[in-house]
């Protein structure tokens, strides 16, 4: 459990607004252990109730997570099938305590693949705490940056074709409220967890500037102190945006 002095430790000033999490490295956990990858998928899931537990505590501000990738969809189906039922079961157990915390809950991605039920979990969870002012807690799900920024150029295309808006009128901020993260500040730390140092086609709009953080730790190992570590480590970067550092 996360002491208070641990979360002393964090110098408020100095926070990220938005931290996004790739919860890599649940197969390999197991793996490491003769166990299947499915047990590696339950204790990760154990493991994000602890961080979404922090920020909270922490008073974050937004919190993404990748759940399931545009690409997962290529794993073996018994593993897929598992992923879908563990999602459905986080849900359905989690979301009155998310509630209960004042968790804002959103959805990433593409979601009309799933399943009739989970498509209407999503929906009333993210009904439930729709209005709810703490954590805004975003689970990326059938989400690929690349397929995010295309939905989001399919949106405008329709607006020119509609004359709502001229191609010249599209800049940044307007391609911005086309993302499924619309509303929501930069992601400022994207932690992977599992030891790859890569992205695989995570937000790549809104982690333009993102400070960085990888660690060897598999996710069902990473622990609040190893995303405190993260954050105390966030504070101590020199974020120039292209320009200079500030005497
Ligand atoms: C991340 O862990 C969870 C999902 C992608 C759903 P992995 O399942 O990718 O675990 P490794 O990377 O194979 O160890
Ligand atoms: C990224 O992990 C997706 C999630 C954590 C949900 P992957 O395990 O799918 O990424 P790669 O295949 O190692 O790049
Ligand atoms: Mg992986």
């Given at each position: 459990?996360?002491?208070?002095?641990?979360?002393?430790?964090?110098?408020?000033?100095?926070m990220?607004?938005h931290?996004?999490?790739?919860?890599?490295?649940?197969?390999?956990?197991?793996?490491l252990?003769?166990?299947?990858?499915?047990?590696?998928?339950?204790?990760?899931?154990?493991t994000?109730?602890?961080?979404?537990?922090t920020a909270v505590?922490?008073?974050?501000?937004?919190?993404?997570?990748?759940?399931?990738?545009?690409?997962?969809?290529?794993?073996?189906?018994?593993?897929?099938?598992?992923?879908?039922?563990?999602?459905?079961?986080?849900?359905?157990?989690?979301?009155?305590?998310?509630?209960?915390?004042?968790?804002?809950?959103?959805?990433?991605?593409?979601?009309?693949?799933?399943?009739?039920?989970?498509?209407s979990?999503?929906?009333?969870?993210?009904?439930?705490?729709?209005?709810?002012?703490?954590?805004?807690?975003?689970?990326?799900?059938?989400?690929?940056?690349?397929?995010?920024?295309?939905?989001?150029?399919?949106?405008?295309?329709?607006?020119?074709?509609?004359?709502?808006?001229?191609?010249?009128?599209?800049?940044?901020?307007?391609?911005?409220?086309?993302?499924?993260?619309?509303?929501?500040?930069?992601?400022?730390?994207?932690?992977?967890?599992?030891?790859?140092?890569?992205?695989?086609?995570?937000?790549?709009?809104?982690?333009?500037?993102?400070?960085?953080?990888?660690?060897?730790?598999n996710?069902?190992?990473?622990?609040p102190e190893?995303?405190?570590?993260?954050?105390?480590?966030?504070?101590?970067?020199?974020?120039?945006?292209?320009?200079?550092?500030?005497?």
């Amino acid at each position: 459990m996360v002491t208070d002095d641990l979360l002393k430790k964090v110098d408020k000033s100095k926070m990220p607004r938005h931290v996004a999490i790739i919860m890599d490295g649940n197969g390999r956990w197991a793996n490491l252990r003769g166990l299947l990858r499915s047990a590696g998928h339950t204790a990760g899931v154990k493991t994000l109730k602890k961080i979404l537990t922090t920020a909270v505590n922490l008073k974050l501000e937004a919190l993404t997570v990748y759940a399931f990738s545009t690409e997962n969809w290529k794993r073996p189906l018994t593993e897929v099938e598992f992923l879908m039922h563990l999602f459905s079961e986080y849900l359905e157990k989690e979301k009155l305590e998310m509630h209960a915390n004042n968790v804002r809950i959103r959805f990433l991605g593409r979601t009309e693949d799933f399943s009739p039920l989970i498509q209407s979990q999503i929906q009333s969870a993210t009904d439930l705490m729709k209005n709810n002012t703490g954590v805004k807690f975003n689970i990326a799900a059938d989400y690929g940056g690349q397929d995010e920024i295309v939905r989001a150029a399919q949106k405008l295309a329709r607006k020119v074709a509609n004359g709502e808006i001229s191609a010249e009128n599209i800049t940044a901020n307007v391609f911005e409220d086309e993302l499924d993260t619309v509303g929501q500040p930069p992601v400022d730390l994207l932690i992977r967890t599992g030891g790859d140092l890569r992205i695989s086609n995570f937000l790549l709009w809104q982690a333009a500037y993102a400070e960085l953080w990888f660690t060897k730790t598999n996710f069902p190992e990473f622990t609040p102190e190893e995303f405190i570590e993260a954050l105390i480590d966030f504070g101590n970067r020199d974020r120039r945006f292209g320009g200079v550092t500030k005497d």
